[in-house]
């Protein structure tokens, strides 16, 4: 047997006929960019995060772009981010002309620290953007409130948070807009590119619906820069068919991320995530820390045991980053996580026995270091 780090056959084992017949649909009508299935995996994901807008859009990053680009993040604008996140959260900021500005995370969450947002803001602060790590909203209602004092907006990067519950509300509708991802390893992902932006703010839904599209307010009447940024409507037939089985999954994920603090639990020199009482974590990664994740990384691959790390570098240290960010403080904290973070092989279809063997394989790896 082979252990999958995200075992994606096994999910479409699972859901094989809906998932087909969805797709089967669209070859049928052909209608593949916004046909039927686009609006109603909006209207169903609307009501899942309880937002009054969400708008499907090409990917997890040009959510997040479309978002900045409908505030009107331009040149020299600040906004004010974590640096222990995927690149493509600073990398829209970049791309308008805006400045990245990092501020040092928490060591147990690995989330945005909120104490330290406030010395990061100026005059030219536009929007604060907390990054929900693996799958744990960061602390929102702190964040907003900062936010709100200063009159700027808060876009939650939720791209591996969808399904997550904050003291009660979903991940993706807890700040002025929410932006996820479906890209296929994501808690819920298609079978390509995908992302979805959610917004309750009626203006800031019409501007980003035209953004996606050109910026086009009806057909050839351009009144914005906008993108190519439409997600296929197969892919939105896809998610269509997951949604159908995500509660389950969430559930799922959530018992197996207890299981897994429960059996690694005591482990010396190994520190487990932790998770806040007033939310949940739906895992997109499952990521330990330790002192000797080379060598954890090489004897647990040595007993079949895929790894990733997530990430090895903070963005402030990336050869492009570096030069064009702001940084407020120190990030240390970032720094040492980078060094010591490692995920665990984590999907909602794993059973026992094989967290069993990945258990036991990273206990003997620990002792025998
Ligand atoms: C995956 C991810 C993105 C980008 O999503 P894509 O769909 O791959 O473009 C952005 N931010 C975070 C934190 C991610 O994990």
Request: hydrophobic share 40%.
């Amino acid at each position: 047997m082979t252990i999958q780090f995200i075992d994606l056959k096994s999910q479409y084992r699972a859901m094989r006929e809906p998932i087909d017949d969805r797709i089967q649909k669209v070859l049928n009508h052909a209608q593949f960019i916004m046909g039927p299935e686009v609006r109603e995996m909006e209207g169903r994901l609307e009501a899942y995060v309880s937002a009054r807008h969400c708008i499907s859009v090409a990917s997890g990053t040009e959510a997040l772009l479309i978002a900045l680009m409908a505030i009107g993040i331009g040149q020299g604008d600040e906004v004010v981010t974590t640096p222990f996140t995927f690149a493509a959260t600073a990398e829209v900021i970049a791309l308008l002309g805006a400045v990245p500005v990092f501020v040092d995370i928490e060591d147990d969450t690995c989330n945005i620290d909120p104490k330290l947002i406030e010395a990061a803001i100026t005059p030219r602060t536009r929007a604060i953007m907390p990054v929900s790590l693996y799958g744990q909203a960061a602390d929102m209602d702190e964040i907003n409130a900062i936010a709100l004092r200063h009159n700027i907006p808060v876009i939650e990067d939720a791209a591996q948070s969808f399904g997550a519950e904050y003291k009660g509300r979903k991940s993706g509708n807890l700040s002025t807009i929410g932006c996820t991802s479906f890209f296929p390893s994501k808690p819920l992902g298609c079978y390509g590119d995908g992302g979805a932006i959610f917004v309750s703010d009626d203006a800031l839904g019409k501007a980003m619906r035209e953004i996606r599209v050109h910026g086009q307010e009806k057909r050839y009447h351009h009144t914005r820069i906008g993108v190519g940024g439409r997600m296929d409507t197969l892919q939105c037939a896809v998610v269509l068919a997951k949604l159908d089985n995500f509660a389950w999954e969430v559930e799922q994920r959530i018992v197996l991320g207890e299981r897994y603090r429960t059996m690694l639990s005591g482990i010396p020199g190994v520190q487990l995530p932790v998770v806040r009482r007033d939310r949940n974590c739906v895992w997109a990664q499952f990521t330990i820390q330790t002192d000797q994740r080379d060598q954890l990384i090489s004897s647990l691959g040595k007993a079949g045991v895929p790894t990733a790390v997530h990430y090895p570098v903070p963005l402030h240290q990336q050869p492009v980053y570096g030069p064009l960010c702001r940084i407020v403080g120190s990030l240390e904290i970032s720094e040492r996580i980078a060094k010591r973070v490692v995920s665990l092989p984590m999907h909602p279809y794993m059973d026992n026995d094989t967290m069993q063997l990945i258990v036991s394989a990273l206990k003997s790896a620990v002792s025998g270091s």
